[in-house]
C-alpha cells in the first residue's frame, strides 16, 4: 500500500443499529518492499481495472476459502490470524496470486436480527489485514450456497451455509429434500426448501432483503473503520452475493427478466449501501444468474437489460465445466482451445456492460471419479483467461488475443484433508477429508504433517507469469506453462518453426510473451515471476533490450527484477519504457542456459519483424 508517512487520526462513526464500532484501524506501516507505484487503490477505466498511474491492472489469486461454510471455525476462513498469515504467504509465494475473493458468513455476522456480532467482524478483518498487509488485494463476498445450513437436517446428504437461523424460522419452509440427486448443486432447483427459501430472499418477504442490506451497510463501514488507510486501499470492491438464482420464477417471468426486475435493483440497493458506508470509490462485484453460462444448466441472462453498468460495477461472473465435472457428458480430458468461446463470452458481456469482468471462481475436483480431467480442464480455462485465442492459432492471429481476465480460482484452503466439521451440527456425522463440505475436493493447497502449506496441483500450472500491471494497454499475452497432466507435459503453444531462434531460445523451458501498447505514465509494466523462474537463469528479449539474469530493478533500468510488496519472497518483472503510444514486446523464458549475445541478437530480430507483420 502506498507509503504513507502519518495519518489523520480517524473519526469514530456511530453506527445505526446495534453495532459498536471498536476504535480507530491501526497504526499504519508501509507494506515491505513497496515502491513508489506499488499500492494505489484501482478503480475501472475503459473497461480495466487502473491502478493509480494509469496502469492496466489483472488480478489473479483463489477464493479464500471454503472454510467459511463451515462451523468449525465459526464462519471465519481461518481459525486464527497468524494461520491466515501462513497461507497469504505460501498464495502469495507458491500460488502466484495478488488477490483474494475473501468469503464471509450472512450467518455469523448477523446471528441475532439486528444485532452484528462484533467479534465475528473483528476477526474476520483481522484476517483480511494479513492478507492486505502480504500485498494481496482483496474483495470481500456474502457466499450463500444452497441459502442456509439452517435449512438441513441433521441427517441430510446436504448442506448449505449463507442466512442465519433465524432468517430461515421466518419462512416455515417445507422439510428438505432433493430427491433423485447426484451432485449437491441439483438443490438449487430440485430441493423444495432451498428454492422457497430463495424465492422468499428476493422477493424481501418478512424484509429478509432489508435486513441483508442493513447488515452489509454496517459490515462494510466495520471493514473500513477497522483496517489502516494503506489497508483499505487494497480492498477492491464487495461482491455483494454469492451465485444469486430466483429458486422459483413469477408467473410469465423468466431467467431474464427476473434479473432485470428483482436482481438488478438488488444491486443498486447494495450499491447505495457501499456509498453509504464510505465504499463509494470502490464498485460493486456483481454477478449475474449463475446459469446464464453454463454449459449443462444454461438460462438466459447477463445482466442484458441493465444498460451500461459503468466503473461503478464489475461484471462478476463464475465458470466451471459442468460436462467434464458430470462424468458423462464430456469423455477424455480437455484440449487447447476449449474454453476460448466460453470466456470470450465473459469479456464481450463486460465490454457490452461498460465494465471490466472478473471470473470469480472457476475449478475443477481433484479427487472423485472425473479428477483426472483437472490438469488439462484447469490448464484450458487459465489459456483462455489469458487469451482469446487457442495456443495453435496464436502466433498467427495475435492481434486477437484480447485483454487478459483477472480470476480467482476455487479454492485455497489451507484446511483442506484436517476438517473437524460436524455436518449440521451433527456429532455423528464428524467430516475431516478433502474440503469438508458437500463431499467437495477442490482446494489447490493444504498443510504437511510439518504444517508447512504445500501445493495439491502442479505448481508450473498454478504459479504462472501474468502481466499484473501494465503501463499502457496490453494488446496480446499468452503463457506456455508446459504443465503435466501425470508425466505427460503439456505443450499447446510451442513457437513456430518459422521463428528458429526464438524456438532455439526457448527450447523445452516456458515461455510468457506480452504484447502492449506504451501508455503516458511512468510506472513501469509488471509481469509476476513465477518459482520456476530463478532471476539467474531467466531471460528476457524485448524492443527494450535484452537480458538473461535480469538486474535488480532502477528507474533507469528498462529491464529488471525486484521483490513484490508483502514480504512473501516472491518476485515481478519490471519492464520500463519513456514513450506514449508505442508498441513494446517482451518474451520471458526460462529455456536456454546462458544463451550467447548473437542468440539474443538474433530473436530480437526475429521477434520484431514478427510484430510488424502482426500488428499494426
Given amino acids: 500500500m502506498p507509503n504513507i508517512r502519518a495519518r489523520?487520526?480517524?473519526?469514530?462513526?456511530?453506527?445505526?443499529?446495534?453495532?459498536t464500532v471498536a476504535g480507530a484501524g491501526p497504526a499504519t506501516a508501509a507494506v515491505p518492499n513497496s515502491l513508489w507505484f506499488d499500492g494505489t487503490a484501482l478503480t475501472v477505466?475503459?473497461?480495466?481495472?487502473?491502478?493509480?498511474?494509469?496502469?492496466?491492472?489483472?488480478?489473479?489469486?483463489?477464493?479464500?476459502?471454503?472454510?467459511?461454510?463451515?462451523?468449525?471455525n465459526h464462519g471465519l476462513p481461518f481459525a486464527s490470524v497468524a494461520d491466515a498469515r501462513k497461507s497469504a504467504t505460501a498464495l502469495r509465494a507458491l500460488g502466484g496470486g495478488n488477490s483474494v475473493r475473501f468469503l464471509l458468513s450472512w450467518a455469523y455476522a448477523e446471528p441475532v436480527r439486528g444485532q452484528l456480532d462484533t467479534s465475528y467482524l473483528s476477526a474476520a478483518t483481522a484476517q483480511m489485514g494479513a492478507f492486505l498487509d502480504a500485498g494481496i488485494r482483496v474483495y470481500p463476498d456474502f457466499h450463500q450456497d444452497l441459502y442456509s445450513?439452517?435449512?438441513?437436517d441433521t441427517d441430510s446428504w446436504y448442506t448449505g451455509d449463507g442466512a442465519p437461523k433465524w432468517a430461515v424460522e421466518l419462512g416455515n419452509y417445507p422439510?428438505?429434500?432433493?430427491?433423485?440427486?447426484?451432485?449437491?448443486?441439483?438443490?438449487?432447483?430440485?430441493?423444495?426448501?432451498?428454492?422457497?427459501?430463495?424465492?422468499?430472499?428476493?422477493?424481501?418477504?418478512?424484509?429478509?432483503?432489508?435486513?441483508?442490506?442493513?447488515?452489509?451497510?454496517?459490515?462494510?463501514?466495520?471493514?473500513?473503520?477497522?483496517?489502516?488507510?494503506?489497508?483499505?486501499?487494497?480492498?477492491?470492491?464487495?461482491?455483494?452475493?454469492?451465485?444469486?438464482?430466483?429458486?422459483?420464477?413469477?408467473s410469465g417471468q423468466n431467467s431474464r427478466t427476473w434479473e432485470?426486475?428483482?436482481?438488478?435493483?438488488?444491486?443498486?440497493?447494495f450499491r447505495a449501501r457501499m456509498d453509504a458506508a464510505g465504499w463509494q470509490g470502490k464498485p460493486a462485484f456483481v454477478e449475474p444468474n449463475l446459469f446464464w453460462n453454463g454449459n449443462v444448466s444454461k438460462e438466459e441472462g447477463g445482466l442484458l437489460d441493465a444498460g451500461s453498468i459503468g466503473s461503478r460495477y464489475v461484471f462478476n461472473t463464475h465458470f466451471y465445466d459442468q460436462k467434464a465435472i458430470s462424468g458423462i457428458l464430456m469423455w477424455g480430458n480437455a484440449s487447447d482451445g476449449q474454453y476460448t468461446t466460453d470466456f470470450a463470452t465473459v469479456r464481450d458481456r463486460a465490454s457490452a456492460l461498460g465494465t471490466t469482468a472478473v471470473v470469480s471462481e472457476f475449478g475443477h475436483p481433484l479427487n472423485g471419479n472425473t479428477a483426472g480431467k483437472a490438469p488439462t480442464v484447469l490448464k484450458a480455462m487459465y489459456q483462455a483467461m489469458d487469451s482469446r485465442v487457442k495456443g495453435?492459432?496464436?502466433?498467427?492471429?495475435?492481434?486477437?488475443?484480447?485483454?487478459v481476465l483477472s480470476s480467482s480460482q476455487w479454492q485455497w484452503d489451507i484446511y483442506n484433508g484436517r476438517h473437524h466439521e460436524l455436518m449440521n451440527y451433527n456429532p455423528d456425522k464428524v467430516l475431516t477429508t478433502a474440503d469438508a463440505w458437500n463431499d467437495e475436493d477442490l482446494s489447490?493447497?493444504?498443510?504437511?504433517?510439518?504444517?508447512?502449506?504445500?501445493?495439491?496441483?502442479?505448481?508450473?500450472?498454478?504459479?504462472?507469469?501474468?502481466?499484473?500491471?501494465?503501463?499502457?494497454?496490453?494488446?496480446?499475452?499468452?503463457?506456455?506453462?508446459?504443465?503435466?497432466?501425470?508425466?505427460?507435459?503439456?505443450?499447446?503453444?510451442?513457437?513456430?518453426?518459422?521463428?528458429?531462434?526464438?524456438?532455439?531460445?526457448?527450447?523445452?523451458?516456458?515461455?510468457?510473451?506480452?504484447?502492449?501498447?506504451?501508455?503516458?505514465?511512468?510506472a513501469p509494466t509488471e509481469l509476476h515471476l513465477p518459482a520456476s523462474f530463478p532471476t539467474a537463469s531467466t531471460t528476457v528479449v524485448s524492443d527494450l533490450g535484452t537480458a538473461y539474469a535480469p538486474p535488480a530493478y532502477t528507474s533507469t533500468t528498462p529491464i529488471g527484477t525486484t521483490v513484490e510488496p508483502g514480504g512473501t519472497g516472491s518476485r515481478r518483472l519490471l519492464l520500463t519504457d519513456s514513450d506514449s503510444?508505442?508498441?513494446?514486446?517482451?518474451l520471458v523464458t526460462n529455456g536456454a542456459t546462458s544463451p550467447s549475445a548473437s542468440v539474443l541478437s538474433a530473436a530480437k530480430s526475429e521477434l520484431a519483424t514478427w510484430m510488424a507483420s502482426k500488428f499494426s
Wanted: proline fraction near 4%.
Fill in 260 to 269: 432485470r426486475d428483482l436482481l438488478w435493483p438488488f444491486y443498486v440497493k
Fill in 45 to 72: 477505466s475503459n473497461g480495466r481495472f487502473v491502478d493509480g498511474q494509469g496502469r492496466e491492472v489483472v488480478l489473479r489469486g483463489y477464493n479464500v476459502s471454503g472454510e467459511t461454510k463451515l462451523d468449525e
Fill in 175 to 250: 422439510d428438505e429434500s432433493c430427491g433423485i440427486c447426484f451432485l449437491w448443486g441439483q438443490n438449487i432447483t430440485q430441493n423444495g426448501a432451498v428454492k422457497a427459501a430463495q424465492y422468499d430472499f428476493w422477493h424481501n418477504a418478512h424484509g429478509l432483503q432489508d435486513s441483508f442490506l442493513s447488515m452489509a451497510q454496517q459490515t462494510m463501514a466495520y471493514v473500513k473503520q477497522n483496517l489502516s488507510t494503506e489497508q483499505f486501499a487494497g480492498v477492491l470492491g464487495f461482491d455483494p452475493y454469492n451465485e444469486p438464482y430466483a429458486g422459483t420464477y413469477d
Fill in 8 to 19: 489523520l487520526l480517524a473519526v469514530l462513526v456511530v453506527l445505526f443499529g446495534s453495532l
Fill in 581 to 586: 503510444g508505442t508498441l513494446h514486446y517482451a
Fill in 392 to 403: 495453435a492459432n496464436w502466433w498467427t492471429t495475435p492481434a486477437t488475443s484480447g485483454p
Fill in 444 to 522: 489447490a493447497v493444504r498443510l504437511d504433517d510439518s504444517g508447512t502449506a504445500v501445493l495439491r496441483q502442479d505448481a508450473r500450472l498454478l504459479d504462472r507469469i501474468y502481466p499484473s500491471a501494465t503501463s499502457g494497454s496490453t494488446l496480446a499475452f499468452t503463457y506456455e506453462d508446459r504443465s503435466r497432466d501425470g508425466s505427460t507435459t503439456l505443450t499447446w503453444n510451442p513457437v513456430p518453426s518459422s521463428l528458429p531462434n526464438v524456438s532455439s531460445l526457448v527450447g523445452s523451458g516456458q515461455y510468457s510473451l506480452l504484447v502492449w501498447r506504451s501508455g503516458s505514465g511512468s
Fill in 149 to 152: 445450513r439452517h435449512l438441513f
